[in-house]
């Protein structure tokens, strides 16, 4: 799973008789890999809600690529007196009909991911961070944060 994630590398590849030729490691299937890659996702959400603090800021990006654009979250937040700062999210933002990229979107996406993932409410985040002025104005108008 690194060799194809760290190398971009398809799925497929774990079949390929080159990967299992110069390998020792036991044969999976392209069926088999994204369950695994599933399971550590889920392992990962799980130990980053475990130390979210009941106070954490979110840090939002956003870029188009190919007509799709995708929205990146970072919760910033302290662990033992450390900045940390983990990314919950990266994602195509417009998955419905509806769905929009505005703040009010953005915020619905958070209202979902946060709770659902992570076990936390958007009201426990104290500072938004982007890289557009008029969306984290309205965002941080919509959340009530100031």
Known sequence: MVWI???NLPLAFCESREARRYSNLQPVSQETLPAGMDGVMLTIE???AAELL???GIMLGGWTHASEHYLDVFACYEVDTRPKTALLSMTPLLN???DDLTA???REFLETI???DYGVQLEQCRFFVGD???VNRQLATLTGCR
């Open 132 to 134: 557009n002025c008029s």
């Open 96 to 98: 419905a009909e509806d």
């Open 114 to 116: 946060l709770p659902g």
């Open 5 to 7: 994630v760290h190398c």
């Open 54 to 56: 009941a106070r954490f």
């Open 46 to 48: 799980r130990a980053i």
């Open 104 to 106: 009010r979107g953005h």
